[in-house]
């Protein structure tokens, strides 16, 4: 039986940074074109034999127009839906998600960076079109006896308080984007779902258009202004390709106080040594683990905090993230010290992160979801019988770290006076060796990115 594919797709992005953090948060939201089904420009049938040879999309170049996206969804957006508490069943598991995670695509001598909301929320998105033995294995791989419901309230609520940041910009976009082909049956029910837990919206395009790989890839750098912009290259979709299911998250903040001085330091990386810009202050939070020490430093608005690990000497950054847990992480965050002065040096840096999802989620036991057996049929069918499975998937991110805003870092030596008398009690913070930094929500210290800093 020939399977048609649905490609998955989480990319998500992140930030700003360096020049211009306070910009107006409405720029950051891409506003989708608005069609009601009835405006939309009807096309010429695709159909095709199902035992030809896929027909792959050109190279794409500016020569080449971007394709027609047809919007089925308006820009406005209501629900039935209310904001639930977060379950600590659901934060462990999330923290656990995260750190596996950041152990798969973690690479030695390299700063890594990957968001966990990203890659949840699409995995959110595709066990809603799963059904049976396939939708029963990704939620146990999530958290044992969770069931469909508790997952897309849990994720409903857990955005709901992301976005609500206040002076901190947090913006989730989740779009689905359908085959015009005649021979393929979307489930109605599925696409109401999505539209209401998790606000996607809903397009039809031509997945053959030569322009279509530069469209998509417009819309998903509109949805991280500009951080992200290309994620699909020619031939990730042809004619087989029914669905695309995306997630895309764009983050913007300033420090509640801004690093008052910088200097140029020594890190310490695992290729050698290097010279850097160190950002310097002094803090009021710090974390002292069996393994680590570290620090927590606020966004405007109270809800983001950027939280960075540092392992003790001796200990390789590979040796610290491999036996560094969920729990342990969610715990080191809850019982950071708020009433000692710490003096801190932390770099200047940016990283990004392209990963082969389908891969990442394979080795983390996920293999089934892949296979030929894998049941889908709540996305849709194809009028032939064929089943629709998942294809490719792909996650990308990129996080930038300057003095007044959105930071990830690790701090080297502390260039301040050094002959200054310092209050007892003081700490010295200074990551110019390799860390673990992530951006946390503060009330529940989950991370919406985590990653690597080695310069």
């Not at 160190?278 to 620090?295: C, K, W, Y």
């Not at 006076?417 to 929500?441: H, K, W, Y």
């Amino acid at each position: 039986m020939k399977k048609y594919y649905l490609i998955l797709l989480a990319i998500l992005l992140v930030l700003t940074a360096g020049c211009n953090l306070a910009r107006d948060p409405q720029t950051l939201i891409h506003e989708p074109q608005t069609l009601t089904a009835a405006e939309i420009t009807k096309t010429d049938p695709v159909t095709t034999d199902p035992q030809a040879t896929p027909q792959t999309t050109p190279v794409d170049n500016d020569n080449i127009p971007p394709a027609n996206i047809s919007f089925l969804t308006d820009a406005a957006f209501s629900t039935t839906r209310t904001i639930s508490q977060l379950s600590s069943e659901f934060k462990d598991a999330y923290a656990r998600i995260s750190l596996d995670l950041l152990k798969k695509t973690m690479e030695a001598g390299k700063s890594t960076v990957i968001s966990p909301i990203s890659v949840l929320t699409d995995i959110g998105l595709t066990t809603n079109g799963a059904r049976g033995k396939t939708q029963t294995t990704m939620l146990e791989w999530i958290s044992p006896g969770l069931s469909i419901d508790a997952l897309n309230d849990q994720l409903f609520s857990l955005r709901e308080r992301l976005e609500k940041g206040g002076e901190s910009t947090f913006v989730e976009t989740d779009g689905i984007f359908l085959t015009c082909r005649e021979d393929f049956k979307v489930n109605a029910e599925f696409l109401a779902l999505v539209k209401d837990t998790y606000r996607a919206q809903i397009a039809q395009v031509d997945f053959t258009d030569q322009g279509i790989i530069k469209s998509l890839n417009n819309w998903m750098s509109d949805s991280t202004n500009k951080l992200i912009p290309e994620v699909l290259k020619s031939g990730d979709v042809d004619i087989n390709t029914v669905m695309l299911l995306v997630n895309a998250v764009c983050f913007d903040a300033e420090w509640e106080e801004a690093f008052p001085t910088s200097g140029k330091l020594t890190f310490h990386s695992t290729s050698g040594d290097k010279s850097v810009k160190m950002m310097m202050s002094t803090e009021h939070s710090f974390i002292r683990g069996d393994n680590e020490t570290g620090f927590i430093k606020e966004y405007k608005g109270g809800q983001f905090g950027f939280a960075a690990l540092l392992p003790r000497e001796g200990l390789s950054i590979t040796d610290y993230v491999n036996g560094l847990d969920g729990n342990t992480f969610l715990r080191l965050i809850s019982e950071q010290q708020t009433n000692t002065i710490v003096k801190l040096a932390l770099p200047e840096f940016s990283c990004e992160t392209s990963a082969d999802l389908r891969t990442l989620l394979e080795t983390l036991g996920l293999e089934e979801i892949f296979s030929d057996g894998a049941d889908f049929s709540g996305l849709g069918h194809m009028d032939d019988g064929n089943g629709v499975g998942l294809g490719k998937a792909w996650h990308r991110t990129k996080l930038e770290v300057c003095e007044t805003g959105t930071k990830a870092g690790s701090v080297s030596v502390i260039s301040a006076t050094a002959s200054a008398t310092e209050p007892p009690g003081t700490e010295r913070l200074v990551f110019n060796r390799p860390f673990v930094f992530s951006i946390i929500e503060l009330n529940t210290g989950l991370p919406v990115f985590i990653g690597i800093c080695d310069l």
